[in-house]
């Protein structure tokens, strides 16, 4: 309709009478209505209007296109309305493709789906095939704040809330160990004078025990000032007062940066004096990297095979400068299927020898490069090592796969010389930031659940009625129904806007032509603002065969988990014939005792026996006449 039209129709609506009725009852009853029907015309009203301006005049000429998906059923000319008619439904569908191709994702993906569909298929290609790995991790420090961005020289909200808070603390500290002094001195001269009347009170109406006539101690009207005084410290909380504390610790810092001065309070006690010692200044930092993470590399080998369900690695750590060389080495195997783990012996050794110092081995002296310890038997039978594991490889693919696809973004590896090393033909970056982090431990902890709740129903005669496992799922799955995955990651967000830290990790995923891992490049970014740096934590993996066979540790691999590897030394019986010997002690200890026991027992029976002998020979009766003699 038209505006004009729009107009009348208000104008009408608003124009109607209304009844007046003398009664008030009758006033009240009809009012209501009125008033609901006026409204109704109103808001109706209104509404023509919005449309009105929205449609177009009938007095302009429609154009070419138009005309031509619009049917005239006022013509009738048959053969024109059936070729309208063809030109319509032809628009119609090409405007319901169009508007296939904007949202439906699964038939027309957008870069950031496509990314998303290549790397989920090679993530589940690479968990379901054996493969190896080789991985370098090196470290860097850096500061918080580029020194040239608009942030330098600025402090995060928390910092600034603890240096206001130090430097009031200081500053009232300075005031009350001056009020302290004076008063001592005080107390010390009324202290001569103190004169106490003939009650026993002096001048405030206190005894020399601190209790008033009335009984009250003084103790009491501390108290209770205290906590008045608490009370009225939150009552009368100024924001005036917060903003010239600011101002009070911005000024200062100015003044010790620009007289090096460290007397100002902002510097001094517990707080400021912890802030400045976890804060790393740029030459700390350009130090830190010089000397410590330029030469500190971690490396690994690892062998993963998916139908045993077992990851044999090697980690090591080195430390290697011109003057110094340090390196260690630490064989790691889980085994799910047999519920078992295997380590380094050197790696327990130092806690084998808190425990036992008398008892430990050396290296040397071991017959097997390795141990291997196994859960108990009531763990294994009640959740399974390999039924978990199955439950969390499914759990991080298929959490992985409902991410929202932003977080998948293809990257150009043009120049990117770590995907021209590993040969790569395209890579995928996947971000996870507190957010994503959290989203993914939610959506994993829920599938993890699912999984062993479906291993619980499946295996009835395992897990009857009253089962701790089964009994454990239900009231997981209770609480998994209050929250939804992503409140994890606003929690994890919370958490971050307000700790000390912040933490970030992107994800470098290398794939070649036929969607095969080749290689990961993983970064973490850990750094606050109160240390004043971020470590970023650079992890380079390698999946190919021949950097695996070429790489130091291969051998030390070989020789702890390979097919020609020694049998690993059953950690579990050591464990048990350690703790038969530790029985055996002390049952001899106790026995020991005992024996000790009753010799002591012995001799005082045997005392006791000579005294009755004596009393029966009438040694009593002598020493009864002397007593009377006494008296």
């Known amino acids: 309709m038209s505006s004009n039209h729009s107009n009348n129709s208000d104008r009408q609506c608003l124009s109607e009478p209304v009844p007046h009725n003398s009664s008030h009852n009758a006033q009240d009853n009809h009012h209501l209505p009125r008033l609901l029907s006026m409204t109704g015309c109103m808001l109706l009203g209104s509404a023509s209007f919005v449309l009105s301006g929205c449609q177009s005049s009938p007095t302009v000429t429609p154009s070419a296109t138009t005309s031509e998906v619009l049917i005239n059923f006022e013509n009738s000319d048959t053969a024109l309305i059936q070729s309208q008619g063809q030109a319509f439904n032809a628009s119609l569908n090409a405007k319901s493709e169009r508007y296939e191709q904007l949202f439906n994702q699964a038939k027309y993906p957008n870069t950031e789906n496509q990314a998303k569909s290549h790397l989920l298929a090679a993530i589940r290609k690479h968990l379901a095939t054996e493969h190896v790995a080789v991985a370098q991790a090196n470290y860097h420090m850096a500061p ?157 080998v690892s062998r993963y095979k998916p139908k045993q369900r077992q990851l044999q690695s090697v980690y090591s750590y080195e430390y290697i400068t011109p003057t110094i060389s340090s390196s260690v080495q630490i064989p790691l195997a889980f085994d799910f299927n047999n519920s078992r783990i295997a380590v380094d012996p050197s790696a327990i050794m130092p806690i084998m020898a808190l425990v036992n110092p008398e008892k430990t081995p050396l290296p040397n002296e071991m017959a097997s490069h390795t141990v291997s310890f196994g859960l108990p038997e ?218 000790d026991d009753s010799s002591l027992s012995d001799d005082e029976s045997s005392g006791y026996g000579d005294d009755s002998s004596n009393y029966e020979n009438g040694e009593y009766d002598e020493a009864k006449d002397d007593t009377d003699k006494g008296k």
């Open 144 to 300: 918080f704040i580029d020194p040239d961005s608009i942030d330098a020289g600025s402090s995060s909200l928390l910092k600034t809330i603890i240096e206001a808070y130090a430097y009031k603390k200081a500053a009232s500290d300075d005031y009350d160990s001056d009020y302290d002094s004076d008063y001592d001195e005080y107390i010390e001269a009324e202290a001569v004078e103190e004169v106490y009347d003939n009650d026993g009170y002096d001048q405030d109406g206190y005894d020399e025990y601190g209790y008033d006539r009335y009984g009250d101690s003084i103790d009491s009207d501390d108290d209770n000032e205290v906590s008045n005084g608490v009370l009225s410290k939150m009552a009368d909380f100024n924001p005036k007062e917060l903003a010239k504390s600011y101002e009070a610790v911005q000024k200062a810092k100015q003044q010790k940066e620009s007289t090096n001065d460290e007397s100002h309070p902002s510097s001094k006690g517990m707080i400021g004096q912890v802030l400045s010692m976890i804060h790393r200044t740029p030459e700390q930092i350009a130090a830190s990297n010089a000397y410590q993470y330029q030469n500190l590399t971690f490396h690994s």
């Open 378 to 595: 009531s763990i294994t039978t009640q959740l399974p090592p390999s039924v978990l594991y199955d439950a969390a490889i499914d759990a991080v693919q298929n959490s992985m796969a409902e991410l929202a696809p932003e977080h998948f973004s293809a990257v150009d590896i043009r120049n990117d010389m770590f995907a021209k090393e590993v040969g790569a033909s395209r890579a995928v970056k996947v971000y996870f930031g507190s957010k994503q982090s959290g989203e993914m431990i939610g959506k994993t902890l829920k599938y993890m659940t699912q999984s062993l709740q479906d291993h619980v129903d499946a295996n009835p005669q395992r897990y009857p009625d009253g089962a701790m496992l089964k009994a454990a799922l239900a009231k997981l799955q209770l609480y998994n129904k209050g929250y939804q995955s992503a409140d994890v990651g606003a929690l994890l967000q919370l958490i971050e806007a307000i700790a000390p830290i912040s933490f970030n990790q992107v994800n470098y995923y290398y794939l070649d032509s036929s969607d095969r891992m080749l290689a990961k490049q993983q970064r973490t970014n850990i750094g606050s603002d109160l240390m004043g740096s971020t470590t970023t934590v650079l992890n380079q993996i390698r999946y190919d065969k021949a950097s695996f066979n070429n790489h130091t540790l291969t051998p030390l691999l070989a020789e702890s988990f390979g097919a020609n590897a020694k049998p690993a030394i059953d950690g579990n019986a050591w464990m048990a014939e350690q703790r038969q010997q530790r029985d055996r002690l002390q049952a001899a200890r106790y026995a020991r005792y005992e024996y």
